[in-house]
């Protein structure tokens, strides 16, 4: 039932996009600092109850992390300057896949975990947190990038689109908007709100 939160969280973000991206501005220090304690006892929670793989959604620390690492990553986003133009492609374009990329990890993680399973990896699962973290840190950054790579996978393929939650690209040869023109789609609002 605490996942609610989370998209409760996502909604009410979406509606005061404008005021919450000029509090992030004005205090990014603070959002960023403050996701770490808040990991920090959301994981301790998690761990205290003994929850693991999809059980630990159903925790009520859950919203809270999700909203803390969100705010962290807009904040540090909200640093990037309007002239840094591949930088901003390159966080809208990743902005643009965070839909699919959530649709698709599951996936991913099943098969990372079963790979890890097999023993076929020299990793440790078992022991204290210096011995395990890199093990955590180098699963987590290979089902993010398993992930990307499955949804540009799925963007090539007729149809493939709206499975990551992407709107239909221009076909080969189309003619870009008009100059001046902003874009549509998720992050056409964080263009604006930059201009």
Do not use: K, N
Request: net charge positive; hydrophobic share 55%; aromatic share 6%.
């Amino acid at each position: 039932m605490w996942w609610v939160g989370c998209y409760a969280a996502g909604g009410a973000a979406a509606w005061y996009h404008r005021p919450l991206r000029r509090v992030l501005e004005a205090h990014r220090a603070v959002a960023v600092a403050l996701a770490a304690p808040v990991a920090a006892l959301a994981v301790a929670d998690m761990a205290r109850a003994g929850a693991s793989g999809y059980d630990a959604f159903f925790r009520p620390s859950t919203p809270a992390l999700s909203v803390a690492v969100a705010g962290a990553l807009w904040a540090l986003a909200t640093a990037v300057p309007a002239a840094a133009g591949r930088s901003r492609a390159l966080l809208a374009a990743l902005a643009d896949r965070s839909l699919g990329v959530y649709l698709v990890h599951p996936l991913v993680l099943l098969g990372a975990g079963r790979l890890v399973q097999s023993g076929a990896l020299p990793l440790a699962f078992h022991g204290p947190l210096w011995v395990t973290a890199p093990t955590l840190a180098l699963l987590v950054v290979a089902v993010l990038a398993g992930s990307l790579a499955a949804v540009e996978a799925l963007l090539t393929l007729p149809g493939g689109a709206p499975l990551v939650g992407e709107r239909r690209r221009r076909p080969p040869g189309a003619t870009a908007a008009a100059p001046g023109r902003l874009p549509a789609g998720p992050t056409a609002t964080l263009d604006r709100a930059s201009t």
